[in-house]
């Protein structure tokens, strides 16, 4: 294997500490390090796993860092320069403050879905549209709603081409760890004029589809529901939709056997198999719901695992930006199993 690619995190929190995670798992990346604010439990855990840490900013930063015993290794920009390309994981917005210290460098960045699309100029999904990722500089990973969406409506649209899709976004309050934004006890349009922004970012990766799309907040931490409606060009059985979605990576039709009801089961089903962080990244689809009319009418709901599904996608990413691997389905199958995806038997825990 040629050498391989050296990958930082700049932002290690939800998102940070998975990818840092996933590129641990890749035979053809190396972990350079991860930029924390400050010190904490995640810094405490990476540090212990022998992650290299940088703080941000080392002249506030050090002193905390050394009365933590938590050891650094320089500066944020120390470790931006050893890579060859940072997965930002920051805050919304915060990106883009970034992105001038990544050109002075000359370094190639992976934005997330909390910065616009015109940051990066282009938006990535890995099955719709890795070849426009391919030797980029910036490239946006979007976020977890509409990776959800993406990657089920490329299938259906690939398998009888989609007319139109009106999808109903029921989002999580707040991450597990999120109590910035609690308590919560309301459900909130988000946003109150419709349609949502989801439609237009959608449209960033699958731009040919037309897509209304409405949000609300519920009290929820766990994990995302769509409900998803969408008219195709033809008139398929339901028995053919569900097995094009079968055919697809990421995309897990929940058996009706395993009696899964709820979010809380599908995160319970990736506590009891061990997943790391009990992740679920694959778009978790209720088998049972799906359901075709005679003119082509498709519904079904979808639960997407706000932490985690988009992952993935930045493994694949890092793979097109880089040019190490230009063929999006040998990336994704190499992803998929290194992080175990569509397969749960790996992650089955040896119970005592
Ligand atoms: P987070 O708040 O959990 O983590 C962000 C981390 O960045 C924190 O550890 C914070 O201390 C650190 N940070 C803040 N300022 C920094 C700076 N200047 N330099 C380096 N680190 C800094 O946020 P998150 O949920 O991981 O979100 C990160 C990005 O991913 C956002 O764009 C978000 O929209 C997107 N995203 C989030 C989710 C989700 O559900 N959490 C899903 C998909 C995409």
Request: charged letters at 25%.
């Amino acid at each position: 294997m040629a050498d391989k690619v050296k990958v930082a995190i700049n932002g290690y929190g939800t998102i940070g500490k998975r990818v840092a995670s996933a590129v641990m798992r890749q035979d053809d990346m190396a972990l350079i390090g991860v930029a924390k604010t400050k010190p904490d439990y995640d810094a405490y855990v990476a540090a212990k796993n022998g992650i290299d840490i940088y703080p941000v900013d080392p002249a506030k930063a050090e002193s905390k860092f050394k009365a933590a015993g938590i050891k650094i290794a320089g500066s944020n920009e120390d470790m931006i320069k050893k890579a060859d390309i940072i997965v930002d994981c920051t805050p919304g917005g915060i990106g883009e403050q970034n992105k001038p210290l990544y050109e002075k460098l000359g370094k190639k960045a992976i934005f997330q879905g909390g910065e616009e699309h015109e940051l990066a100029g282009t938006s990535f999904n890995a099955v719709c549209n890795y070849d426009e990722a391919i030797g980029k500089q910036f490239v946006r990973v979007v976020s977890c709603n509409t990776t959800g969406l993406a990657r089920l409506i490329y299938a259906l649209d690939k398998g009888f081409g989609v007319k139109k899709v009106r999808a109903t976004m029921m989002r999580r309050g707040g991450d597990p760890n999120d109590v910035k934004r609690g308590p919560i006890n309301a459900i909130v349009p988000d946003p109150v004029k419709l349609p949502s922004h989801h439609g237009p970012d959608l449209n960033t990766v699958l731009p040919n589809i037309k897509i209304d799309t409405v949000a609300v907040k519920l009290p929820t931490t766990l994990m995302h529901m769509h409900y998803v409606n969408m008219n195709l060009k033809v008139t398929p059985s339901r028995d053919e939709v569900v097995s094009t979605l079968k055919q697809y990576p990421r995309l897990w039709l929940i058996p009706s056997w395993m009696n899964i009801k709820s979010t809380a089961d599908v995160m319970e089903f990736g506590r009891e198999l061990g997943r790391p962080r009990n992740d679920m990244m694959e778009n978790c689809i209720w088998e049972e719901s799906v359901s075709v009319d005679d003119s082509g009418e498709v519904n079904l709901f979808q639960a997407i695992h706000q932490e985690s599904d988009a992952i993935p996608e930045n493994v694949d990413c890092i793979r097109a930006m880089m040019g190490i691997e230009k063929d999006a389905k040998k990336s994704m199958d190499k992803t998929d199993k290194t992080l175990g995806l569509g397969n749960f038997a790996p992650w089955i825990q040896k119970l005592p």
